[in-house]
């Protein structure tokens, strides 16, 4: 099984500034990677795919990078309305999830 | 819009079964695969199962093969798991949600969640 290790577990920043999320998997997933942002009593959704395609009306604050083994999330300026949980996701072998990372202010 | 509706949760006692749905709209049910994922109260997301588009191929977590299935009816446009030999640690709220494409299995969109508690 793929292990994903995301971090920090948690991370503390204002709005207006930028956040940097990573995630790492226990071996090469190629860009076979999405991140998932999650509010309270809300599902996931898909934010990045291919580990740097955003997904269809996601703002282009945010974007990922990566492949292999690192990946990355960036959001270049924080609005109050993106403190949320934010889980990567491999889908190359199988499917896992990181434990996610808490965004709050 | 693409929608996904699940329902069928509910409380049930340890050993006991449930079967849950998810009802879709809004896109060609039987050209995609979806997949179940549950999240345990205050914890993070687990990939339950999932299944191809054509009910042929299907794929379980090891903490639930054996005891969960993973089945389709494409002419309902529903989806739905059968869930066996529940144990406390199946409580969670358990989504279904569509894979991006043939073979492309980032999940979008995603239902809005239907709680399982198991409990005696």
């Known amino acids: 099984e793929i292990v994903m290790t995301q971090s920090p577990a948690t991370l503390s920043v204002s709005p207006g500034e930028r956040a940097t999320l990573s995630c790492r998997a226990s071996?090469?997933?190629?860009?076979?990677l999405a991140w998932y942002q999650q509010k309270p009593g809300q599902a996931p959704r898909l934010l990045i795919y291919?580990?740097?395609t955003r997904a269809t009306g996601i703002p282009a604050r945010f974007s990922g990078s990566g492949s292999g083994t690192e990946f990355t999330l960036t959001i270049s300026s924080l609005q109050s309305e993106d403190f949320a949980v934010y889980y990567c996701?491999?889908?190359?072998?199988?499917?896992?999830f990181g434990q996610g990372t808490k965004l709050e202010i | 819009q693409v929608q996904l509706v699940e329902s069928g949760g509910g409380v049930v006692q340890p050993g006991r079964s449930l079967r849950l749905s998810c009802a879709a709209s809004?896109?060609?049910?039987?050209?995609?695969?979806i997949h179940w994922v549950r999240q345990a109260p205050g914890k993070g997301l687990e990939w339950v199962a999932v299944?191809?588009?054509?009910?042929?191929?299907?794929y379980y977590a090891d903490s639930v093969k054996g005891r969960f299935a993973i089945s389709r009816d494409n002419s309902k446009n529903t989806l739905y798991l059968q869930m066996d030999s529940l144990r406390d640690e199946d409580t969670a709220v358990y989504y279904c949600?569509?894979?991006?494409?043939?073979?492309?299995?980032?999940?979008?969109?995603w239902g809005q969640g239907t709680l399982v508690t198991v409990s005696s």
């Open positions: 291919g580990a740097s």
């Open positions: 071996q090469s997933v190629s860009s076979n």
């Open positions: 809004g896109f060609t049910f039987s050209n995609y695969g």
């Open positions: 996701q491999q889908y190359h072998n199988y499917y896992t």
């Open positions: 949600a569509k894979q991006g494409g043939l073979g492309q299995n980032w999940l979008d969109p």
């Open positions: 299944i191809s588009y054509d009910g042929i191929t299907k």
